[in-house]
């Protein structure tokens, strides 16, 4: 067996690499490369969502990191989130055999480029109370949940359709 794979080199250009008889290595990130998660705080809102906020900034290159807080919140669908469903019940139902059981997530990633090193600590918490005072206002608004997990619910149902009409159209030209 014969296997090719390429390799970029420090100039940008590329190798191609030959090896016989061997399988071709999977690729594994060098190690301390990748962002490391850690969570730098959580809130509790009077609506029952818990707010969290993690740093995914990457290692520094260079003296200069890329800072990147993560902002989820975590959400159960209920069956009072689809109040406005004929069957809500239903809606739940059919909501979890497309999204699958369990809890679904709000996210948002705020990003900030070329920080020094010394600055990541200081850039976060600005960036978290930056997030704070321009947006949790809408994640503690009553209605938040419900609105997000029936937005969700109506994206899955539209990549449902859109599924499903592919498949026929296929089944047509192909015709099946």
């Known amino acids: 067996m014969v296997y090719a794979y390429e ?12 090896l016989k008889g061997q399988a071709m290595p999977e690729y594994q990130e060098p190690e301390g490369t ?3 998660e850690r969570t ?3 809130l509790h809102l009077e609506n ?19 800072v990147r807080l993560l902002v989820r919140a975590v959400l159960e669908p209920a069956a009072d989130h689809f109040s406005n469903y004929p069957d809500p019940s239903g809606a739940l139902r059919g909501f979890i055999s497309l999204a699958g059981p369990g809890p679904v997530e709000f996210q948002t990633v705020r990003i ?7 600055e990541v600590e200081k850039t976060l918490e600005e960036m978290k109370g930056d997030f704070i005072r321009s947006s949790l206002q809408y994640l503690k608004k009553p209605g938040f949940a419900a609105k997000f997990v029936r937005t969700k619910y109506e994206e899955l149902l539209a990549g449902e359709a859109l599924q499903n009409a592919h498949e026929e ?8």
């Open 7 to 18: 390799v970029a080199t420090a100039r940008n250009v590329s190798l191609v690499l030959i």
């Open 34 to 36: 990748g962002p490391q």
């Open 40 to 42: 730098l705080g959580r």
């Open 48 to 66: 029952g969502l818990r707010v969290y906020f993690i740093d995914r900034s990457s290692p520094p290159v260079a003296g200069r990191c890329q």
């Open 112 to 118: 900030r480029n070329f920080v020094d090193r010394k």
């Open 169 to 176: 159209a296929v089944r047509k030209f192909e015709g099946k």
